[in-house]
């Protein structure tokens, strides 16, 4: 089993900048794919980043890919994500979430492919 717990949500002004974190335990060498996905109210969740744990490829959707950075430090076991130039729209609840089972860049940007979640942290945007 792995357990993910992210931190670093909160209230940001437009223009700002956040850092999440996701601290994974657990059987996490299993892990072949790290994403951040978020959820807007009344909207599906949507991918933000994701990154490959063995090599450091990184993948972003449009909306954030020149405004964000994904990371990660496998000593401890946590990947971040920086989120600059913050929008309202950005707005919404952000999880981590680890896969396990699939490899292959087509496999890495859909919520499916994952198969441990975290709790999710809340992020608001004020304009």
């Known amino acids: 089993q792995v357990q993910l717990v992210e931190s670093g949500g909160g209230l940001v002004q437009a223009g700002g900048s956040l850092r999440l974190s996701c601290a994974a335990s657990?059987?996490?060498?299993?892990?072949?794919?790290m994403g951040w996905f978020r959820q807007a109210p009344g909207k599906e969740r949507e991918f933000v980043a994701a990154?490959?744990?063995?090599?450091?490829?990184?993948i972003y959707a449009d909306s954030v890919k020149a405004r964000s950075t994904i990371s990660r430090d496998n000593a401890k076991n946590t990947v971040y994500l920086q989120m600059n130039s913050l929008k309202p729209e950005d707005t919404a609840v952000y999880y981590c979430?680890?896969?396990?089972?699939?490899?292959?860049?087509?496999?890495?940007?859909?919520?499916?492919?994952?198969?441990?979640w975290g709790q999710g942290t809340q992020v608001t945007v004020s304009s």
């Open positions: 990154i490959i744990v063995n090599g450091g490829i990184a």
């Open positions: 979430a680890l896969n396990s089972r699939y490899s292959g860049v087509n496999y890495y940007t859909k919520s499916a492919t994952y198969d441990y």
């Open positions: 657990g059987r996490t060498f299993t892990s072949i794919s």
